[in-house]
């Protein structure tokens, strides 16, 4: 188990840009989740995956956001024409199927940052 | 909608001394209980969780949280405080449905120690 890991951990970039994260789950995990933390916030949910399929997405991801999960292994979440608002700390969950109660591991984050 | 509430911002506590992190939640059904703490710059880390039964619940690094039905409390405890355990506590409640395993966090409490 070499738990959730994601890439890159810092993101700086001018507003207008394109930003791409990418999440590796833990192995035998089908689930996989993205948060987004601003300062001061607890995380916020924005979308869940089950194996390849996404399954429910927040309002708070507008569509400038995008997420995929080909093959039901890494995820990526990408962001079009970045805004100020979109700084914040982008984290992913992972966790077995099996019901609600399935604890979710976390990564350490993608923390972005719009110049 | 399911919510948490975190009424204590930040707490400050004596190494030794006994802590109680406060937390509430609003849930239709019965709630789905986590405890996480966050490190800065890091990922969640789960301490423990709540779903049915004994409603005194034990987790990792001495803590232990209590569910109080009556309440709509699960409040984290431990009887005596160590300096790493300085971090930001998250209590989070499970969503069940269609929205198989999505967390709701509070805000957070952050906990300083103080030698």
């Known amino acids: 188990d070499t738990g959730v890991s994601q890439n890159p951990r810092h993101k700086i970039t001018k507003r207008g840009q394109n930003v791409t994260f990418r999440c590796d789950p833990i192995s035998e995990h089908n689930r996989l989740y993205w948060y987004r933390q601003t300062l001061g916030q607890g995380p916020e949910f924005l979308t869940y995956f089950q194996n390849e399929a996404q399954l429910e997405k927040s309002r708070l991801l507008s569509d400038r956001f995008s997420a995929e999960r080909p093959k039901g292994s890494f995820s990526t979440l990408e962001i079009q024409r970045t805004e100020q608002g979109d700084s914040a700390m982008y984290l992913c969950?992972?966790?077995?199927?099996?019901?609600?109660?399935?604890?979710?591991?976390f990564g350490d984050g993608t923390r972005l940052s719009i110049l | 909608a399911q919510s948490v509430t975190q009424p204590d911002i930040h707490i400050t506590v004596s190494e030794g001394a006994s802590l109680e992190l406060r937390c509430n939640y609003s849930y239709g059904a019965t709630p789905y209980l986590f405890w996480y703490v966050q490190s800065p710059g890091q990922g969640l880390q789960l301490l423990l969780k709540?779903?049915?039964?004994?409603?005194l619940v034990q987790g990792i690094k001495g803590f232990e949280a209590e569910f109080k039905r009556s309440q709509s409390s699960f409040n984290l405890r431990k009887p005596s405080v160590h300096w790493s355990d300085a971090a930001e506590y998250f209590c989070?409640?499970?969503?069940?449905?269609?929205?198989?395993?999505?967390?709701?966090f509070g805000q957070g409490t952050i906990l300083t120690v103080h030698p």
């Open positions: 709540y779903f049915s039964g004994d409603t």
């Open positions: 969950a992972s966790s077995e199927t099996g019901g609600v109660g399935q604890p979710q591991h």
């Open positions: 989070a409640v499970g969503a069940g449905g269609t929205s198989y395993g999505k967390l709701t």
